[in-house]
């Protein structure tokens, strides 16, 4: 990465929050929820995961931000593969300590549980 760059970004990024403190304390306020939120989730937790913790889990993705109707996903992730089948590849992508491979592990086969 060209450091020139790195630190025109950083300037930017500076001079943003300084501008604009209370949205940026805010942002980070929500970031620091939002993690202490899904560290909360322990693979013996998400192994029992239910059908509404996992609606509240999905919704609270960052990315999950531009789907208006959140239970949609949740609804087809457990139709095409069964809760019990949802929660082991959950707690298997979250807690692994090998996930070089899940890339392509949850994109093929029937283990494609968590691509829609």
């Known amino acids: 990465m060209k450091s020139e760059l790195l630190s025109n970004h950083i300037k930017d990024y500076l001079a943003k929050q300084k501008a604009n403190p209370t949205a940026f304390n805010a942002d980070l306020k929500e970031r ?5 939120y899904y ?42 593969h069964g809760l019990p089948k949802v929660r082991e590849e959950l707690a298997a992508l979250v807690w692994s300590d090998q996930p070089s491979g899940f890339p392509g592990r949850f994109r093929s086969g029937s283990a494609a549980v968590l691509v829609v």
């Open 32 to 36: 620091k929820d939002r993690s202490m």
């Open 39 to 80: 560290q909360s989730w322990t693979v013996e937790r998400l192994r029992q995961i239910t059908e509404d913790d996992l609606a509240a889990f999905v919704s609270q993705l960052w990315a999950m931000r531009i789907w208006g109707n959140k239970q949609y996903v949740v609804d087809k992730l457990i139709e095409d």
